[in-house]
């Protein structure tokens, strides 16, 4: 493991088997360039994490990719989350554009340039598929917490990135059904990999749901700086407070104004009492 300026560089075990497998099999050049793009690709998310002041801890590097492991970021915009998510294919972008440049100059020809270009791409379009947690799964999400609750917004987005999961696993294996081809093995770890990790965070939303009601404080922080307009959330005494929690929107402030049966409003509340008091445990507004 190497460690620079707080951020440390981990390859996974796995992943060195196949480095010294491709030495043998003369695959070597063709995988360090993979691992180098991969690396470049999350280096985009991270120097867009810190310009926001995310805390980034770690880069992994696994066997199918890399990730860059950042401290919680629900108390950011869902812009900037989506910027965050969009700087690691723009790299891939601009390595493309990069080469390019350079067979136009006569510096880069061959069928290393072609499979340089084409390797961005790969890896760039792959990681826009809305799954969790590539980039497009990030972006689904970042897009869904602007127009639902937040609640709502990991619900779908999740269901998407399940949806998209199974999808890339039986495009793994359709060239077998239709008996046209061999199995696409590798895409089918992939597609296994993140099937099982997206219904494991499907069966944990209400943890994800609680950390984001724990990061409100912050968020309150930039509403008041930001003069952002309250949205009111109108209920009973009998309601639950987790229902009208999963109301809460992440681009807002909520004010949740309390009325009786005859319609007159008893009690204007801010949500961070609301918050206050789900977290105690007590039941009800």
């Not at 707080?6 to 043998?24: E, N, Q, W």
């Not at 779908?156 to 199974?166: A, G, H, N, P, T």
């Not at 404080?217 to 930001?226: C, M, S, T, V």
């Not at 929690?245 to 961070?272: C, D, S, T, W």
């Amino acid at each position: 493991m190497i460690k620079y300026k707080g951020i440390s560089l981990s390859v996974h075990p796995f992943f060195v088997i196949i480095m010294l497998a491709s030495i043998m099999t003369g695959h070597f050049l063709e995988l360090l360039t993979l691992f180098i793009i991969v690396f470049i690709h999350e280096l985009g998310h991270v120097i867009a994490a810190r310009g926001f002041g995310v805390t980034v801890r770690s880069i992994q590097m696994l066997p199918f990719g890399g990730v860059a492991v950042m401290e919680d970021t629900g108390y950011l915009t869902a812009g900037r989350e989506m910027i965050i998510s969009l700087a690691g294919p723009l790299q891939n972008v601009l390595l493309i554009g990069i080469s390019w440049i350079l067979h136009l100059l006569g510096l880069w020809d061959g069928p290393f340039l072609f499979y340089f270009i084409e390797a961005n791409l790969l890896i760039a379009l792959f990681n826009l598929l809305p799954i969790l947690p590539l980039d497009g799964g990030k972006l689904v999400q970042s897009l869904c917490s602007i127009v639902l609750p937040y609640h709502a917004a990991l619900l779908w987005s999740l269901r998407i990135s399940l949806m998209f999961s199974v999808l890339v696993l039986i495009y793994s294996v359709l060239p077998l059904l239709l008996a046209q081809g061999i199995l696409q093995f590798n895409l089918l770890l992939v597609g296994t990999f993140l099937l099982y990790s997206n219904w494991v965070d499907y069966r944990n939303i209400r943890y994800r749901f609680l950390r984001f009601l724990m990061n409100r404080d912050r968020a309150f922080a930039r509403h008041l700086i930001n003069g952002t307009i309250v949205q009111p959330i109108v209920t009973d005494k009998a309601k639950p407070l987790d229902n009208i929690l999963r109301l809460f929107k992440r681009e807002k402030y909520h004010f949740i104004y309390v009325m009786n049966p005859q319609g007159n409003i008893v009690a204007v509340i801010p949500e961070q009492r609301i918050i206050s008091a789900f977290l105690r445990g007590k039941p009800g507004a």
